[in-house]
């Protein structure tokens, strides 16, 4: 059973179009992760939510917000896509110290 | 800045060889976790170690963890041709304050028939 799922799998937007990823999670874990991640390269976190605390990467454009109405779902905003934004985008929770589940992931296309 | 390196970037071997990953960090860990990436997919959970554990066996994995030199293997026996992926180690910071894994930089595996 899928425990962390990401929608959609493949999201093709135009650039500067307002485009917006979600994640879901069924282990009721209290930390959610984005992460991007480019070809050839490793994952790069972008923020996580704390149950509702948002912690941002220092480095994480403005560019990109995201939201977490509850502990389920959280979803990664992007205001405003440059070319340089498509990437896979990775959505992962946990539990304390514990293991780390990642979500199948979304690939964004930028056109 | 990533925390961990891993070596070799690229590994190519036959099936039925063993392949060893390396992986290296900078900071105290509360644990350390290896994971397996197919192209275009997602991050798979492979095994955590945690940082009072020498040693951990899942069927044909085997990872190792060396806190005084602050390093880690991943060994795969008797490879397949279904391995090839990419592996990632990713580090559980000590002392951070909240939950942070800092991925390296990946070993790309290549297993042929």
């Known amino acids: 059973d899928a425990m962390v799922i990401q929608n959609p799998r493949y999201q093709v937007t135009q650039f500067g179009k307002p485009v917006t990823l979600s994640c879901s999670q069924t282990l009721n874990h209290n930390v959610m992760y984005w992460y991007q991640q480019k070809s050839s390269q490793a994952p790069k976190l972008l923020f996580h939510?704390?149950?509702?605390?948002?912690?941002n990467e220092a480095d994480t454009p403005d560019n990109f917000q995201s939201r977490r109405p509850n502990t389920s779902f959280c979803f990664l905003d992007i205001r405003s896509p440059g070319l340089g934004d498509a990437a896979m985008y990775l959505c992962?929770?946990?539990?304390?110290?514990?293991?780390?589940?990642f979500g199948p992931g979304t690939r964004l296309l930028v056109l | 800045s990533q925390q961990g390196e891993e070596d070799p970037q690229a590994l190519s071997i036959q099936e039925g060889e063993n392949a060893t990953m390396n992986c290296s960090y900078k900071?105290?860990?509360?644990?350390l976790q290896w994971y397996r990436q197919n192209s275009g997919r997602g991050l798979v959970h492979l095994i955590l170690i945690r940082s009072n554990e020498r040693e951990k066996h899942s069927g044909r994995l085997r990872v190792t963890l060396d806190t005084s030199k602050k390093s880690s293997s991943l060994l795969i026996t008797a490879s397949r041709a279904a391995d090839t992926a990419s592996y990632f180690c990713a580090t559980d910071l000590e002392n951070t304050g909240f939950q942070k894994l800092v991925f390296g930089t990946g070993t790309r595996l290549l297993v042929s028939p």
């Open positions: 992962a929770t946990r539990a304390a110290q514990e293991t780390q589940y």
């Open positions: 900071t105290s860990i509360n644990n």
């Open positions: 939510y704390y149950d509702k605390d948002f912690n």
